[in-house]
Each structure stands twice: as C-alpha cells, then as structure tokens.
C-alpha cells in the first residue's frame, strides 16, 4: 500500500536550518508529485513547496526553502533555512498526479513532523 513517512523534524532556534524527508514506498515515485503542507495549532493547512518536474513555493518561504527528491531514494526533502518562530507548524509530504493548491486534491498523506523554531 501506499505509505509516506516523514522524519528530520525538531526544536531549532530562529536562524537555524533543518532537512525534512519523506520517505514513499508502495507507487512508481517518478510520475508524481510530492508536496510539502503545514499546520499550526488553530490554523488550516497550508501549502509549503511542490515538486514534479519543476518546483513552486509559497511567497512566505521563498528563498528559505527548498524541496527536491532523489527518485532512485523515492525520497522527497524539504531543506529549510532561516527558520521563523512563525515557521512553528506539523508539516506533511504529501502525493498526487500534480501539484494543486488544495490539499484535498492530493491521494495520500504522511503522519505528519513537528518543527518548533524558538528560543
């Protein structure tokens, strides 16, 4: 079955940098795309990064973060710099035949990483 297992999330103070990956098993990786969404407590889910042949980014972390994917790893990473208190959220990788902004489009979901940036 399809499973999407995401690690690399943590506590880190402003500035710092984390790595997040999603790990796929269970479809042919290459044909789809894989996104990235978060969720702070009392807000909706909102999307992060997409990628399938090219990437997107929401405004609100361009040139912070950047997502890429190793299909022969049928890994998906999302490497994430300059980190805000207001980047505090569970982030999810998430899978579909394209990259559309509402997560209700997207097939399968991962479990979800915290990422806590504070001092």
């Known amino acids: 079955q399809v499973q999407l297992v995401e690690s690399g999330g943590g506590l880190v103070q402003p500035g710092g940098s984390l790595r997040l990956s999603c790990a796929a098993s269970?479809?042919?990786?290459?044909?789809?795309?894989i996104a990235w969404f978060r969720q702070a407590p009392g807000k909706e889910r909102e999307g992060v990064a997409c990628?399938?042949?090219?990437?997107g980014y929401a405004d609100s972390v361009k040139g912070r973060f950047t997502i890429s994917r190793d299909n022969a790893k049928k890994t998906a990473y999302l490497q994430m710099n300059s980190l805000k208190p207001e980047d505090t959220a569970v982030y999810y990788c998430?899978?579909?035949?394209?990259?559309?902004?509402?997560?209700?489009?997207?097939?399968?979901w991962g479990q979800g990483t915290q990422v806590t940036v504070s001092s």
């Open positions: 990628i399938l042949e090219s990437a």
């Open positions: 269970g479809f042919s990786f290459d044909g789809y795309a």
């Open positions: 998430a899978t579909g035949r394209h990259c559309p902004r509402n997560p209700d489009e997207y097939d399968y």
